[in-house]
């Protein structure tokens, strides 16, 4: 399959789940959800960079929204989410980067967000920037510290609420899951209620796992290609991390959005990951279907929200777009070599589309009888 158009897993006929995805089938099927990149490629050693996610179209810091989150693994980060799971709230936007990073990348977000209000730390209380990493270097020579806060600027400004570029870009230009290219992905699904109809949407930074565990619908892909792969250097803890943030337009509250991010975890299991003791396995959401004001003369916020007898579907939601949008990163990545002459191969999609053929032959065979 050529690489010279956009390749998602549908390309190949995977689908994970059986609920709809929305028009992009992307993270941006949530109104009001933009997002953004960076892209750091510098000579042969530096392949990082930024990804920016606003929760919506307002000012997030004046407009703040529902938040929750959970954490599988705790061998990662993401700065500012113990401030998230306490308040139940997000002020700031949503940034990805490489682990040595965190730092840079939350003096570019106070920069943006005290230019546009420099109350912050004085009329008004001091922000927290949310800001999750992952371990790219295999191939990115970390430690130099490539990103920079003009790059989190530019992520943040020229985020969109259009199609999403996915793979070897933004927060996710080195990062590789199950030993193939991946970085970043998203998908999305619908949900219906009745007359209520909602979309969730996942974005994902990947960058966990070894071949042989990785399956693409439950198809044990990994594991048939993997003798192709003998001799090829891999780094050497495969086990990563990978970052998860769930946007939803359904009214949920804090504790509803933190059970909803426990089963994403279930869709980053589906992929291959169980955790592993060295890996950063981390799910932030947020809800747009209710804005928290930082001020209001009544001093009461109004909110509505599902009860939790009609969340199930959000569960499954959460599950399948999460299992998509790591596959979807894996797709759409391309080759790369980076430091030392790490190399970091993509994932044979030809081969990857007979393998899924001949299992939905069989499967179909079956069905038949």
């Known amino acids: 399959m050529q690489r010279n158009t956009v390749v998602r897993a549908r390309d190949l006929g995977i689908a994970p789940g059986i609920l709809p995805p929305g028009p992009l089938n992307a993270i941006t099927d949530v109104a009001g959800v933009r997002v953004g990149h960076t892209t750091v490629i510098e000579g042969d050693s530096v392949r990082t960079g930024v990804t920016a996610i606003l929760p919506n179209d307002g000012d ?66 001091v922000i927290i920037p949310v800001v999750g990493e992952c371990d790219d270097s295999w191939l990115n020579d970390i430690a130099v510290k490539s990103v920079s806060e003009q790059h989190v600027l530019h992520a943040i400004e ?48 990947s960058n966990f796992g070894v071949m042989n565990e990785l399956r693409m619908d439950g198809i044990p892909v990994g594991a048939l290609l993997e003798p192709d792969y ?33 089963r994403a975890a279930l869709g980053v299991g589906r992929v291959g990951s169980f955790a592993a003791h060295g890996s950063g396995e981390i799910m932030i959401a947020f809800s747009t279907g209710n804005r928290v004001p930082r001020e209001t003369e009544r001093h009461l916020a109004q909110v509505n929200f599902l009860l939790d007898s009609s969340i199930n ?50 499967a179909s065979e079956l069905r038949k009888g």
């Open 313 to 362: 579907a959000f569960y499954q939601a959460a599950v399948e777009a999460t299992e998509e949008a790591i596959l979807n990163a894996l797709c759409a990545a391309t080759d790369m070599r980076g430091v030392e002459g790490h190399f970091s191969p993509s994932l044979p999609l030809e081969r990857v589309k007979q393998i899924v053929d001949a299992y939905n032959r069989t």
């Open 60 to 125: 997030i810091f004046m407009d703040r929204v529902v938040g929750g989150g959970f954490v599988l693994n705790g061998a990662g980060e993401i700065s500012g989410l113990t401030q998230v799971m306490e308040w139940g709230l997000i002020e700031t936007p949503i940034l990805l980067t490489n682990t040595l990073s965190v730092g840079a990348v939350s003096e570019g977000c106070v920069r943006y967000m005290v230019d546009r209000h420099p109350s912050i730390g004085k009329q008004h209380d």
């Open 230 to 262: 003998e001799g090829i250097a891999r780094r050497t803890d495969n086990y990563g991390s990978i970052i998860v943030v769930v946007a939803t337009d359904a009214p949920l509250l804090p504790v509803q959005l933190q059970r909803v991010c426990k």
């Open 158 to 205: 020229t985020a969109s609420d259009g199609p999403v570029l996915e793979g070897c870009v933004g927060g996710g230009t080195g990062m590789i899951t199950c030993d193939f290219k991946a970085g970043i992905g998203t998908s999305s699904r619908r949900v219906v209620l009745n007359e209520l109809q909602y979309n969730l949407g996942v974005l994902v930074m």
